[in-house]
């Protein structure tokens, strides 16, 4: 069975400030991990993955993810946030016949 | 480019009756399929997929039922709606292998 955690409900930052959400994966073999956000009333729009190769991957909107394979990680980075990345995230991990597993989301509010 | 088209928007219906939502697909062959629903604006439940023209997984027992008449078509049905079946729904493709998936704009249903 795979599982994903994402620890936090909520994340809060100043604008400028650096921005990270948590995210921490089970899976039998090797992960295929990804990074999802989602605006109010859209569906989920991809930011990046990390399937093989090097541990940091960068994505879309200047966010990146760092992959731990010994502390089955796979945290959301920013290193200014922006009013604008404010927002639902989700980290998934696969693959399972076919199927990702979703962790529950974690709502990103950056103030001005 | 690929892209994925979801109607309608927004739904409002009453209790009992009928419901079909439509989900289709462009710019891709032999996708996978995936309906999803979001209730709260919160986690993502997966609700059914397929990996083929006739070929349905359904992960929750439930009111509700999906079809996939053409390749790249994807539809999700009720006989009889229930409160319960009100939320957000997503419709998704994917391709084999690395499992990463693309999600439609998606459709608010309210069941009165």
């Known amino acids: 069975a795979q599982s994903v955690a994402q620890p936090e409900d909520q994340v809060n930052v100043a604008e400028g400030n650096p921005l990270t959400v948590k995210c921490t994966y089970s899976?039998?073999?090797?992960?295929?991990l990804f990074w999802y956000v989602q605006y109010p009333n859209r569906g989920l729009q991809f930011l990046l993955k990390?399937?093989?190769?090097?541990?940091l991957v960068k994505g879309s909107y200047g966010f990146e993810a760092e992959f731990n394979k010994s502390q089955t990680s796979f945290h959301l980075k920013k290193p200014s946030a922006l009013v604008s990345d404010s927002a639902l995230y989700f980290c998934?991990?696969?693959?399972?016949?076919?199927?990702?597993?979703f962790g529950a989301g974690t709502t990103v509010t950056v103030r001005a | 480019s690929q892209t994925i088209h979801q109607w309608p928007a927004t739904l409002v219906q009453p209790v009992g009756s009928p419901l079909s939502l439509e989900c289709t697909v462009e710019?891709?062959?032999?996708?996978?399929l995936y309906w999803y629903r979001q209730a709260a604006g919160r986690g993502l439940q997966l609700l059914f997929y397929?990996?083929?023209?006739?070929?349905i997984s359904s992960e929750v027992p439930q009111n509700l039922s999906a079809s996939r008449p053409q390749d790249r078509q994807f539809i999700l049905s009720s006989k009889k709606l229930l409160l319960s079946d009100s939320g957000f729904y997503l419709c998704?493709?994917?391709?084999?292998?690395?499992?990463?998936?693309?999600f439609g704009p998606g459709t608010r249903l309210t069941v009165l």
């Open positions: 998704a493709w994917g391709t084999s292998g690395y499992n990463e998936q693309f």
């Open positions: 899976v039998s073999g090797n992960p295929y």
């Open positions: 990390y399937i093989t190769g090097d541990n």
């Open positions: 998934a991990v696969g693959p399972n016949d076919y199927k990702l597993s």
């Open positions: 710019g891709t062959s032999n996708p996978n």
């Open positions: 397929s990996v083929g023209i006739g070929q």
